[in-house]
């Protein structure tokens, strides 16, 4: 059994720490400089929530085929077995490939920095849904 990786943060304007960096008077950071969300960040989140859903319908549709396929009203043959040895290789193999791709997406997440400087006035982050 695999645990979900950590997901990308989405941005919560209500959370005092989640703002854009600040930049230091007297540095070589530029005092005027804004920050907005990074596009490619955001595609992240958004390739989670779409992800998450049909992984989680995929793995409730295996379950209900295991679950189905152990009961002794099913099957009345000893080759019956050998389905339900398949059916669990594909909750294995499904179980390897979501912990895969969830992973794959949180590394990424965790590798690209959430704000970057732009020339707007204002921070801005995307639409919280």
Do not use: C
């Not at 005027?32 to 958004?46: G, H, I, K, S, T």
């Not at 409730?60 to 002794?72: E, H």
């Amino acid at each position: 059994m695999y645990v979900d990786p950590q997901p990308p943060k989405r941005p919560d304007p209500h959370d005092p720490m989640d703002r854009p960096p600040i930049n230091v008077p007297g540095t070589l950071d530029d005092p005027q400089r804004a920050w907005r969300f990074n596009p490619d960040y955001e595609r992240l989140v958004v390739a989670w929530d779409a992800v998450l859903p049909q992984l989680d319908s995929l793995k409730t549709v295996l379950d209900k085929a295991y679950s189905l396929a152990r009961s002794p009203q099913t099957w009345d043959a000893p080759v019956g077995e050998r389905y339900v040895e398949e059916i669990r290789e594909w909750r294995n193999r499904l179980a390897v490939y979501r912990h895969s791709v969830l992973t794959s997406i949180s590394d990424e997440a965790a590798d690209t920095p959430r704000w970057i400087p732009t020339t707007a006035n204002a921070p801005h982050a995307f639409p919280v849904s």
